[in-house]
């Protein structure tokens, strides 16, 4: 495959076109996605669990793109969905709507409806209110909902506590110990197809310990059901799988994929998995240009033109991201860098040496999950730009937002209430 970057002739490229071009024709800071790269995480995954029924549901959160969405589709990906806004992307796309799980523990009435009307594959229930919620809904819809529990396992992810989902007190899936109960339940309304058994804990998942030990849990849940009479016909094993920022060491795909396998052998039940950040993460990068350094008493700063409005991970979770020089620099020293946003926690790397100049190019690598997705306007900052690059072409994801764009929903307030 094509190396999603690297560098020649000491100029950093995506795929094989120059940085420095990119940032030339579309402007910074911008997103920078590889077309191989994608493909490639996709098929990782595909190749890894190709002895067993499955099905990848992308977690669209993780990069909502559509037209990241579009090429996951063609290549017959399913979508994790958490709102009806993502659901509307993925049919935008070209998804396949009976390939779509909805997660999420707030899904509203008219979202519900929605994903009934579209046809997707599964609800992952998060609770009893949600369950009678749904039941409603679909029975005046006249139709059969499919459902999965989202059974909270109570293992520790071994992950940052904002991203580990799967302990007791955390406010995602339905108690362990009320599993049981609510099956039945499920099981004794009309409106509600059980389907299968669901569970997601947490994310950027380093370890596969925790993850063995949830599915172990999850099994023995199964076995139960099937002595009352509920045979599941799916499991979902949620996302989480980690990838590499620094010097992480993600389980392989492939080692991943054995584990849950060994334990699911001779057991007649789908396996889905919802993937986001290994999908997309080391597929992009953030490019952005450095507009002053600045020598201060105690450190330097690199103040560049991306901020955390652009890239929320570092300010969110303290996340380290790798950040390269486009070019080949000269002289060394260590900087802060930083964007222009007014907070002191507006960082996206520490301590970081450079050898560079005002202008200067440098790139975040590993930003191609929970980027984008997560960036706003803050401060009045216009969105960057998204470009995927295949190959020596590159394709406009989506257009830097416009100064007009910053305003569009807003209005002044009319002349006549000001009294
Ligand atoms: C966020 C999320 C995922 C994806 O997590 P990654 O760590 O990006 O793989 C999958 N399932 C659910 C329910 C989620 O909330």
């Known amino acids: 495959m094509t190396p999603p970057f690297s560098y020649r002739g000491g100029a950093l490229h995506a795929e094989d076109v120059p940085l420095e071009a990119i940032a030339k024709e579309f402007g910074t800071p911008c997103y920078v996605y590889s077309k191989a790269a994608l493909v490639s995480a996709y098929r990782e995954i595909s190749d890894a669990f190709s002895s067993i029924g499955h099905l990848t549901c992308y977690a669209v959160k993780a990069n909502p793109n559509i037209g990241v ?6 290549m017959g990906s399913g979508f994790d969905i958490v709102s009806l806004g993502e659901l509307q992307r993925v049919l935008l796309a070209g998804g396949d709507p009976s390939k779509v799980v909805f997660s999420g523990v707030g899904k509203r009435e008219d979202e519900m409806r929605a994903a009934l009307d579209a046809g997707i594959f599964c609800f992952n229930i998060e609770s009893e209110p949600e369950l009678d919620r749904l039941a409603r809904v679909a029975q005046a819809m006249n139709r059969k909902a499919r459902i999965s529990f989202r059974v909270n396992p109570n293992v520790d992810a071994k992950t940052h506590p904002y991203i580990s989902t799967g302990l007791r007190q ?3 899936g339905i108690p ?4 049981l109960r609510l099956y039945e339940k499920a099981e004794g309304l009309e409106s509600i197809e059980i389907s299968g058994i669901d569970c997601h804990i947490g994310s950027q998942l380093t370890e596969l310990s925790p993850i063995v030990e949830a599915l172990e849990k999850i099994l023995i849940l199964v076995d139960t059901l099937e002595e009352r009479g509920i045979t599941l016909s799916h499991i979902d094993m949620g996302g989480g799988v980690g990838i590499r920022y620094s010097d992480e060491q993600p389980p392989e795909m492939a080692e991943y994929a054995k ?13 889905i998995l919802e993937p986001g950040r290994f999908l997309v993460g080391n597929a992009g990068i953030l490019l952005t240009r450095i507009e002053y350094l600045k020598h201060g008493e105690e450190k330097n700063f690199a103040v560049v033109d ?24 000269q002289g060394k020293d260590v900087y802060e860098i930083v964007g222009p946003v007014c907070e002191t926690g507006d960082f996206l790397g520490h301590g970081r040496t450079l050898g560079a100049k005002e202008g200067d190019l440098l790139a975040i690598l590993s930003a191609g999950a929970y980027g984008m997705s997560m960036s706003s306007n803050y401060n009045s900052r216009p969105r960057a730009a998204e470009i995927l690059v295949d190959k020596g072409d590159c394709h406009v994801l989506r257009e830097r937002e416009t100064l007009a764009s910053l305003t569009e929903f807003e209005r002044l307030i009319p002349d006549a209430a000001q009294s």
């Not at 969405?69 to 063609?74: D, E, M, R, T, V």
């Not at 362990?176 to 599993?179: G, K, L, R, S, V």
């Not at 584990?259 to 396996?271: D, M, W």
């Open 69 to 74: 969405l579009n090429l996951f589709a063609k």
């Open 170 to 172: 955390n406010k995602f």
């Open 176 to 179: 362990y110990d009320d599993a």
């Open 259 to 271: 584990s849950l396998i060994t334990k699911l052998a001779g057991r007649p039940l789908k396996l």
């Open 306 to 329: 991306c901020a955390m409005n652009d890239l929320m991970r570092p300010a969110l979770y303290d996340a380290y991201h790798e950040i390269v020089q486009v070019n080949a620099g």
